[in-house]
């Protein structure tokens, strides 16, 4: 049997065996080795020299030498003490790293399912939290008079707001006054001069598809419901989808900002805050749902209807939110606190499909399933105007920023413009037979009117003529917002596209 070195794996000329683990050494190797670091290489003991035991074997009887220089035969055999010396090293060093590596590995991957596993618990505690519905022996002192505080700083997450009315008190009307005041003094100013940003209907003409982003929301239910663009920030847009997510995305960057989840139905209605970084949404759920976009928090949740939540408009205050819902009510809520202000019946038309204020904010416009659109006066909460004109549901209505027009279209594929100081339809825009749309809206100067249908169609104002069309939608078109300045364009569809559009 034929002894190997446990260093060198080569057969020593002069063998010895460690007592403590039983190995064989090359006599000099194993010297060398306990000289350098007094331990066995095998198992880590101490060890010395006197401690090897000789092993007495027959003489190996080597070949002549190539050459008869003994210096040059010392030196090389010096050399390749060294080297079977480093290898093993290098061999246990290897090993014992391939150990640490193998256990670190273990610990991340154990580390990474419990952090996965406490942010589920964490998600849906704070979803539990935020669906608890009020607890039936706990009332208000004077619902009428008192908001209901926001108590989320408090308990880690959203409490449900209770329906009652907290009503609409001098205070908040004289708020409304006084920034309908401002905003209407700020309108005078600008007069009938076209800011000098303002893209010309000639370059309006040769825009062009510049994106198509397919990718905000989830592919298994297809669709992007609705749509909106950061007005202080129009690098932002905010859109709604059939997955009940809600999702904004920068297009400089081309990167989703934030996924905002907690609607348990489809998200419908969506509305970015003109100033602050906070979007407002709602749902078939019969909730509305207020969101802190940085952190991805939710802030509030409004419910003023029992019924699916079919319109959304923001006053110009910022503090305040419109909604319109099937049970026939519209109702106008407390973003801040989550308090429902006041809630008005109009019972006699059918449900609300859409809502949006007027840019003074003191009165808004509704639509109906009855081809009705109705104007309310909201300090006396009282219907001040009727439109008739539509055959169908209206399905969109847009005020201009100058106060005086306003769009409403209907399941009759046509566009109606309606002049608010004679309170009459001056113009109609008569599409093809079918043409369904989704969405209008005017741009901050007034100047362009878009239509999101099957395609996208743009109109210059005053002559009502149309300048563009854009058609690379492969679904219906549910959202479309212009820019600052209408520099862009931006459309959603229910093909899951987010398509911007510019020169």
């Not at 973003?335 to 429902?340: A, D, E, K, P, Y």
Request: proline share 5%; charged share 20%; with cysteine.
């Amino acid at each position: 049997m034929a002894l190997s070195c446990a260093i060198s794996n080569e057969v020593p000329e002069q063998p010895v065996v460690s007592p403590v683990s039983g190995s064989v050494f090359e006599r000099r190797l194993i010297e060398k080795y306990i000289n350098e670091n007094g331990i066995d290489p095998t198992n880590g003991k101490e060890l010395t020299v006197d401690q090897l035991i000789e092993i007495k074997v027959n003489a190996v009887v080597k070949p002549p030498s190539a050459t008869s220089i003994p210096a040059i035969l010392k030196t090389l055999q010096d050399e390749w003490d060294a080297v079977m010396l480093h290898s093993f090293t290098q061999r246990q060093q290897l090993q014992t790293a391939r150990q640490e590596l193998s256990h670190a590995l273990y610990q991340h991957d154990a580390a990474c399912r419990v952090i996965s596993r406490l942010t589920k618990e964490v998600t849906a505690a704070r979803e539990a939290l935020a669906t608890l519905k009020p607890q039936a022996g706990i009332m208000t002192p004077n619902p009428t008079t008192i908001p209901q505080p926001a108590i989320a700083a408090e308990a880690g997450g959203v409490a449900d707001q209770p329906t009652e009315q907290a009503g609409m008190t001098a205070d908040i009307i004289q708020k409304l006054q006084d920034k309908a005041t401002i905003l209407t003094q700020e309108r005078k100013k600008r007069g009938r001069t076209v800011p000098e940003e303002l893209v010309s209907s000639e370059s309006l003409r040769s825009f062009k598809t510049l994106a198509s982003h397919p990718g905000l929301h989830s592919a298994g239910i297809p669709g992007i419901l609705s749509l909106d663009v950061h007005a202080a920030d129009t690098s932002k847009i905010l859109t709604g989808g059939n997955d009940r997510n809600a999702t904004v995305f920068n297009k400089d960057t081309e990167q989703i900002v934030a996924i905002l989840k907690g609607h348990t139905k489809k998200v419908t209605r969506v509305i970015y805050h003109p100033e602050e970084d906070i979007v407002i949404t709602a749902s078939p759920d019969c909730t509305i749902r207020v969101w802190d976009v940085p952190h991805s928090q939710l802030m509030q949740v409004l419910r003023a209807h029992d019924t699916p939540i079919t319109g959304l408009s923001i006053h110009p205050t910022g503090d305040y939110v419109l909604s319109t819902s099937t049970d026939q009510h519209w109702a106008f809520s407390d973003i801040r606190t989550g308090s429902l202000l006041t809630k008005v019946a109009d019972e006699s038309s059918g449900p609300l499909t859409t809502t949006q204020f007027h840019p003074d904010g003191l009165i808004f416009g509704t639509g109906t399933t009855d081809s009705l659109v109705k104007i309310w006066d909201l300090k006396e909460q009282s219907n001040v105007a009727n439109f008739q004109g539509h055959s169908g549901p209206i399905t969109a209505i847009s005020f201009s920023e100058n106060g005086y027009y306003l769009a409403t279209a209907a399941d009759d594929a046509c566009v109606k413009l309606w002049d608010l100081r004679k309170l009459k339809n001056f113009k109609t825009l008569q599409l093809d037979e079918g043409y369904e749309i989704k969405d209008l809206c005017f741009d901050q100067s007034g100047t362009y009117l878009a239509v999101a249908s099957a395609d996208v169609k743009i109109f210059l104002c005053k002559q009502w003529q149309e300048l563009k069309s854009f058609n690379d939608h492969t679904a219906l078109a549910t959202g479309v917002r212009f820019g600052k300045h209408a520099q862009f364009i931006v459309s959603a569809s229910m093909d899951r596209t987010l398509k911007i559009y510019g020169l």
